[in-house]
């Protein structure tokens, strides 16, 4: 192997080991909202007074069903497929969604809540 071949070689897997570390630290990437301004909205909106929500400050009551592993969860309070807008869609109208259900319309703006929705598809 010819010395500039070798050095090619060696820069192309250094090249490599820098992409794969770099998609390791990427949060879960979110096609409609941040994560991190997510869960100061969950806060803000005080969710934890209902919910059990890994991550979030405070927020470990059982009013409502725990949000353990909701990446993992086949639907949205049996109603809706779990997707990103559909999470966003339940949270601005609840009621919308399934009329008479316990949780609150609590006047989330679009935005808080595809943020919100962008956090809760993080908790594994
Ligand atoms: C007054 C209590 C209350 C508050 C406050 C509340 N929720 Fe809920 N939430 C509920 C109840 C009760 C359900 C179950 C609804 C159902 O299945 O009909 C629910 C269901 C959900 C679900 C679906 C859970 C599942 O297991 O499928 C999500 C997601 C959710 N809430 C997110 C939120 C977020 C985000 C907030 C804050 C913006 C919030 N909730 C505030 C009571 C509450």
Redesign the pocket.
């Known amino acids: 192997m010819s010395r500039t071949r070798g050095v090619l070689v060696v820069a192309v897997l250094a090249a490599t080991v820098l992409v794969a570390c770099n998609s390791a630290r990427k949060p879960t990437t979110s096609t409609i909202g941040n994560a991190e301004l997510g869960k100061k909205?969950?806060e803000k909106?005080?969710?934890?007074?209902?919910?059990t929500?890994p991550g979030v400050k405070e927020a470990d009551?059982l009013?409502?069903?725990?949000?353990t592993h909701?990446a993992e969860?086949s639907?949205?309070?049996?109603?809706l497929a779990?997707t990103e807008e559909n999470?966003a869609r339940?949270?601005r109208d609840?009621q919308a969604v399934?009329p008479?259900?316990?949780?609150?319309n609590?006047g989330?703006s679009p935005e808080?809540?595809q943020n919100?929705?962008a956090y809760?598809t993080t908790i594994k």
């Open positions: 909205a969950i909106y005080g969710c934890g007074s209902c919910h929500i009551a009013v409502g069903p725990p949000l909701f969860r639907f949205i309070a049996g109603q779990n999470l339940w949270i609840p399934e008479g259900t316990a949780m609150p609590l989330v808080d809540a919100i929705a809760i």
